[in-house]
T-cell receptor
């Protein structure tokens, strides 16, 4: 079993829909990153969080440390949100080790 | 624009060869990380340098090596290349020494194809 699991693997939705991408992990962590990888390959760091909730524009990230779970939400989705979203965790007491999920491929239809 | 520059964008070479990938971190960032992304493995951490010193090692093969220079740019050297080394290689930089200490800024990657 992978230490970081994302679901769904693939998601297709209509423009305007509310999107949720989930990340579950089995190790103790000190922080979690959400990354966005564009179709061209470039990676952008969206959020780094260790507790609670963060919001940036139409994106919201939440984390529940006790349940070892994080979610990334996109409100009013748009075709330009189409990308691969990757969850990455930083292991507690091993601040040199980062483990990546395999990503969720999101496709928003116009 | 993340401020992280990777060159070259694409590299095609033959098995057994050696290549060098280059990364210039964002201005002010002292940490440089190298990652490999292959189709079946996803992103894998290779190595981190902080202010010229190697700080952490991940799943980096012995055929691979890296260094960070006094001007903070970094190079990843891949030798005795095999078909399985074909992947996207990303560099990221951050201010902090710890990978969780500050946001990561990624370059656009170098796509390596070994034929």
């Amino acid at each position: 079993k992978n230490e970081v699991e994302q679901s769904p693997q693939n998601l297709t939705a209509q423009e305007g829909e509310f999107i949720t991408i989930n990340c579950s992990y089995s190790v103790g962590i000190s922080a979690l990153h959400w990354l966005q990888q564009h179709p061209g390959g470039g990676i952008v760091s969206l959020f780094m969080l260790s507790s609670g909730k963060k919001k940036h524009g139409r994106l919201i990230a939440t984390i529940n440390i006790q349940e070892k779970h994080s979610s990334l939400h996109i409100t009013a989705s748009h075709p330009r949100d189409s990308a691969v979203y990757i969850c990455a965790v930083l292991m507690v007491n091993r601040d040199d080790k980062i483990i990546f999920g395999k990503g969720t491929r999101l496709h928003i239809l116009p | 624009d993340s401020g992280v520059t990777q060159t070259p964008k694409h590299l095609i070479t033959a098995t057994g060869q050696r290549v060098t990938l280059r990364c210039s971190p964002r201005s002010g960032d002292l940490s440089v990380y190298w990652y490999q992304q292959s189709l079946d493995q996803g992103l894998q951490f290779l190595i981190q340098y902080y202010n010229g010193e190697e700080r952490a090692k991940g799943n980096i093969l012995e055929r691979f090596s890296a260094q960070q220079f006094p001007d903070l740019h970094s190079e990843l050297n891949l030798s005795s290349l095999e078909l399985g080394d074909s992947a996207l290689y990303f560099c990221a930089s951050s201010v902090a020494r710890r990978v969780g200490g500050s946001p990561l800024h990624f370059g656009n990657g170098t796509r390596l194809t070994v034929t």
